[in-house]
C-alpha cells in the first residue's frame, strides 16, 4: 500500500479481523522474579513467538491480504534488515504472490536465512535508506510489485497495533505498555490500539545510539539526521512521517537505554523468562529497569518484539 491516508482504532479492529485466520494469538508470559526485580506487575506479550519470529508478522498480513486480487497478483516489494522482509515473504507466500526484498549489507544472517526460507527473492543494496528506497524502486519499476514499506504503509501500521489489542485483552487492563520504537509502525498502532483504554499510558523504548524518536518528540518535529549506532539492528530506522506525527498528537513518551543495558535485558529474560528474544526484543525491559520509580507499583505490558537472533554472534559472547 503506498498511500498514505489518516488511520483510527477502528483501522486495528479490522485488521485484527482480517488476520485472525493467518496469526498466531501469542501468549502473555509473566514472572513473579522479574516483577520482584522491577517493583511491578510485568505482563510480557511473546510476539517473538509469532508467526515468522516477529510481530511484523501482523502488519505485512494486513497489507497483503488488504490489496486488490489484480494488485496482489504482481507481487509486493519492500526493503528491511531483517523481520519486516521475513515477515512479508510468508505473508505473501499465505496468498500465493511473489516477494522481493531489499536488503542492506551487514544484516544479521539469522534474519536473512529467515528471509529466504519463507521464499523471498533477495536483493542487496548499501546500508542507508537512501539505497534501499532506490533498489525498491528500480524492483517495483522491473516487476510491477507494489511496495509495502516497512513502517509508514497505514495497512502495516494498523496491522502491528493488533499485538497491542491482543495484549489489554489478555492482561484485563493495564496502567502502562512499553514497545519498542524504531520507525515507528509498532508505535503508532500500539498508540492507535490504545485509543480504547484511555487509562493506559504509552512509553516507547529506544536506543541512545538511534534517539531520533525522542529527539523529533522534544524538538517538536521529526529529526532526521543521525546515523544509528546501536547492536539494536531492528530499531535503526528512521522514525516514519506519519508515526511522528501520531505519537506526537497522543503524547507519547521515550525511554533511551544504552547497548550495555539492553544486553543486561536481555540475559534477564533469557535465564529468567526461558525466552530468546533479540536486542530490539529486549529494549522494552531495558527501559523498565533504567526508571523504575516511573513503573513503581503499576501494571506493566511490554511488547516482545521479535526472536530472531544470530546464534553465533551473541552479544554477551563479544563482551
Not at 503524547?251 to 544504552?258: K, L, P, R, S
Amino acid at each position: 500500500m503506498i498511500e498514505t491516508v489518516p488511520l483510527a482504532h477502528s483501522d486495528v479492529l479490522q485488521a485484527a479481523a482480517r488476520i485472525a485466520s493467518q496469526c498466531v494469538p501469542t501468549p502473555l508470559l509473566t514472572s513473579h522474579s522479574l516483577d520482584a526485580l522491577c517493583g511491578a506487575q510485568l505482563f510480557f506479550k511473546a510476539e517473538h513467538l509469532q508467526r515468522s519470529g516477529a510481530f511484523k508478522f501482523r502488519g505485512a498480513c494486513n497489507a497483503v491480504w488488504s490489496l486488490p486480487a489484480e494488485l496482489a497478483a504482481r507481487g509486493v516489494v519492500t526493503h528491511s534488515s531483517g523481520n519486516h522482509g521475513a515477515a512479508l515473504a510468508l505473508a505473501a507466500r499465505t496468498r500465493g504472490i511473489g516477494c522481493h526484498v531489499v536488503v542492506p549489507e551487514g544484516a544479521v544472517a539469522a534474519k536473512l536465512a529467515n528471509i529466504s526460507r519463507h521464499g523471498a527473492t533477495l536483493w542487496r543494496c548499501a546500508p542507508t535508506i537512501a539505497a534501499r528506497e532506490q533498489m525498491c524502486a528500480e524492483v517495483q519499476a522491473g516487476s510491477g510489485a507494489t511496495l509495502v514499506h516497512p513502517y509508514t504503509d497505514p495497512a502495516v501500521i494498523a496491522g502491528q497495533g493488533t499485538a497491542a489489542l491482543e495484549l489489554l485483552r489478555q492482561s484485563g487492563g493495564l496502567d502502562v505498555l512499553v514497545a519498542p520504537v524504531g520507525g515507528g509502525g509498532l508505535a503508532a498502532g500500539t498508540a492507535l490500539a490504545l485509543q480504547s483504554a484511555p487509562g493506559c499510558a504509552l512509553v516507547l523504548a529506544e536506543p541512545s545510539g538511534a534517539a531520533d524518536t525522542a529527539r523529533s518528540l522534544a524538538a517538536g518535529e521529526r529529526l532526521v539526521d543521525f546515523v544509528p549506532d546501536t547492536l539494536c539492528d531492528g530499531l535503526r530506522g528512521t522514525l516514519g512521517a506519519p508515526n511522528f506525527a501520531l505519537l506526537q498528537a497522543t503524547g507519547a513518551q521515550v525511554i533511551t537505554v544504552d547497548d550495555a543495558a539492553v544486553v543486561q535485558a536481555m540475559r534477564l529474560i533469557w535465564q529468567i523468562l526461558k525466552q530468546v528474544v533479540e536486542p530490539s526484543s529486549a529494549i522494552a525491559l531495558a527501559a523498565v529497569l533504567a526508571d523504575p520509580a516511573r513503573f513503581a507499583g503499576r501494571r506493566v505490558g511490554l511488547i516482545l518484539s521479535g526472536g530472531n537472533v544470530d546464534l553465533d554472534a551473541l552479544p554477551w559472547a563479544a563482551a
